[in-house]
């Protein structure tokens, strides 16, 4: 381990800094430390540091997937909001229907909700002066320390790196747990609780989210009590969120419309695996198509700037989606997948471990199967693939929006003469090379063994394997057995783990599965360290629980330092990040109702949901 070169401070201050940098191949760097005393004297009104270092070092940041980066912040469509805005009641029913369901819906609200800007002080000893914590940015490290002095902290030093006051533990607590949400279902069957959390790394965030229910009627589930459809997704925008926005306002309601139509279609309603594969594929394309070209076609006849700004916008940006359905009366979970983010079941296995298994492929230019499918579909275009990614500069192979690759060149071009738009790509000849159109797995789900699924944006896999992933929620079963919660029964049959590891089963066979392992660790240099020494169990939610040792778990300094930074810095080392954890199995009658679980909801969110909330089950109007 390299240490830094230390210069001398002209500040009235005292502090320790630890470095958190990674190397140009990624190679791990622990936390270096050194130490800097400044000269006594009275407080001033700024704080400028210097530091230098031996070794120059770099940290690529990956803030934008496509060749461009541009962030379109100034033509944001009215009609679309950021997620990052208060969800005001969002296990409400909506009024619309689609095909014969009722819907038990995520909705929105224009409320937002900030973390308030609070100073935390520790007194020294003395109890004279207090000490802050500090987080020093530079271009490719970070360092953390103590500001001792009540004094202003400056925004940026003479060296350009920008010095913030560190979150507390308390203060990124409330963080991490702003927009978690979680739910008791409390109707069909087969499901008994899904939670929710998201993190921006982005301002706006850029990924979204959509949980949504289907009442299927009698004559449809052909059964005396009516079945339900259950509906998840995580969209994971780039280039700008109003792509992935879209998906949250559109993506289920296209599917269900698909699936609705197979159903009524199909002999005594029972359609067959290809059929509903296929009403789901259509689905996503449609949307895709409305998106990237029916779009075109409504700003050409307008020939209007603000009319371009609303449609195009969804369609220059782009956005990955990761869709569940689940049908309570055949208990088969459909997992569609376009792009990277990824789903993960854990299923107890006969040793009383959990086994993770993953139920969607990560498609990217890195995987074989993907770069053969583009290369065959465009042959002769050697830099089809190029670094792992679609002609050298979008990483996802499938994803909706992201229309500089799939319009042809002579559209783009007009576009963006006439209204605007991106470069096109000097390599590219033969578009499409992006598709929206999903790989669809299917799952048989054991209710009665308690099982339980995954779903995330790839920020969550960039810092965790899908074993880990599946042995901390299988920790936290652990901690919730005991508890005072609505869910501690359910969770009690659960716990058969151990008590002093990740209750999982570790397989070697991931590594060969074409999904991307773990990069943020070895940038944080923290691979190789005991799980026990890593992980922390303090969340009533498991989707935060997931985000907090995603982050550091028990490393506090980190997980507060991660937290702190804000946007765009915090792209360097962490992405957006959204995790939903669905429960299957028996707990409880069914009342019909769906209620918001307040211990694991952030109270803004809660309050909101109380505010709309109506517990009954809505009946189809026919």
């Known amino acids: ?25 990624g190679s791990p760097l622990p936390l270096l430390q050194c130490s800097k005393t400044a000269s006594s004297g009275s407080p001033t009104a700024h704080y400028n540091p210097r530091l230098g270092t031996a070794t120059a070092r770099y940290l690529s940041s990956t803030g934008a997937r496509d060749s461009s980066g541009t962030h379109h912040s100034n033509s944001r469509p009215e009609p679309l909001r950021s997620s990052m805005y208060v969800r005001g009641a969002f296990v409400t029913l909506l009024s619309g229907l689609v095909a014969y369901g009722a819907w038990y819906n995520s ?19 003395t109890g004279a002066v207090p000490t802050r914590s500090v987080l020093v940015i530079g271009a490719d490290e970070l360092h953390t320390g103590t500001f001792v002095g009540d004094g202003p902290i400056s925004k940026t030093t003479s060296d350009n790196e920008r010095v913030v006051e560190m979150l507390s533990p308390e203060q990124a607590t409330r963080k991490l747990r702003q927009y978690e949400q979680s739910v ?16 921006p790394s982005n301002d706006p965030i850029e990924d979204d989210h959509a949980e949504k229910i289907v009442e299927v009627p009698n004559k449809a589930a052909q059964t005396s009590d009516p079945s339900d459809w259950m509906f998840w997704g995580v969209f994971d925008g780039h280039s700008g969120w109003t792509t992935s926005a879209k998906l949250r306002q559109a993506l289920i309601s296209f599917v269900a419309r698909e699936l609705n139509e197979t159903y009524k279609s199909s002999p005594d309603l029972i359609p067959s695996a290809a059929a509903v594969e296929s009403a789901i594929k259509t689905g996503f394309t449609r949307l895709d198509d409305e998106i990237v070209h029916q779009s075109v076609q409504r700003v050409l006849k307008s020939n209007n700037r603000l009319v371009a700004a609303e449609h195009l916008a969804p369609a220059l940006s782009g ?4 869709l569940s359905f689940y049908d309570s009366k055949s208990k088969l979970l459909r997992v569609a997948c376009t792009g990277d983010s990824r789903a993960v079941l854990g299923r107890r296995s006969e040793s009383g471990k959990w086994t993770a298994t993953a139920l969607s492929t990560d498609q990217t230019g890195s995987n074989p199967d993907e770069a053969a499918r583009l290369r065959k579909l465009h042959p002769g275009e050697e830099h089809v693939v190029r670094h792992g990614r679609v002609l050298g500069g979008l990483e996802p192979t499938r ?42 797995t299917t799952t048989k789900i054991e209710p009665e063994k308690g099982d339980f ?30 508890s005072s919660s609505k ?13 002093t590891a990740l209750p999982v089963e570790f397989s070697e066979s991931e590594k060969n599965s074409g999904n991307k392992t773990p990069i943020r660790q070895r940038q944080w240099g923290a691979t190789g360290t005991d799980p026990m020494e890593r992980f922390v169990v303090q969340d009533q939610n ?12 028990k490393n506090q300094e980190q997980v507060s330092a991660l937290l702190t930074l804000p946007s765009p810095f915090s792209r360097r080392y962490r992405d957006d990040l959204t995790v939903q954890v669905i429960f299957f199995g028996y707990d409880g009658p069914k009342t019909g109702e769906i209620v918001v679980n307040k211990e694991a909801t952030a109270a803004a969110l809660a309050a909101a949901a109380a505010d709309g909330n109506k517990t009954g089950p809505v009946k189809p109007k026919l």
């Open 542 to 553: 498991v989707a935060t629980h997931l985000v907090r040792n995603a982050l550091g778990g």
């Open 184 to 199: 008791y279902v409390h109707r069909g069957q087969g499901v008994v609780r899904y939670d929710v959390a998201q993190l």
């Open 399 to 440: 994803a909706f929006g992201d229309a500089s690759y799939k319009w042809s060149r002579e559209l783009s071009e007009k576009l963006r003469e006439k209204f605007f738009g991106r470069s096109v790509s000097p390599l590219l000849k033969t578009p499409p090379y992006v598709t929206a159109e999903p790989v669809v």
């Open 1 to 25: 381990m390299r240490r830094a070169a230390v210069k001398a401070l002209r500040t009235s201050y005292q502090c320790t800094f630890r470095g958190l940098h990674v190397s140009r191949r």
């Open 107 to 125: 909705g929105d609200s224009n409320t937002e909700s900030p973390i308030a800007s609070t100073t935390s002080a520790i007194t020294t000893a």
């Open 319 to 322: 956005s990955c989606a990761l």
């Open 453 to 482: 699924v995954v779903m995330a944006t790839d920020g969550l896999w960039e810092m965790l394997t899908n074993e880990e992933v599946v042995g901390l929620v299988g920790k936290w079963i652990e901690s919730q057995a005991g």
């Open 487 to 499: 869910s501690s029964g359910y969770f009690s049959f659960l716990q058969k783990g151990s008590k």
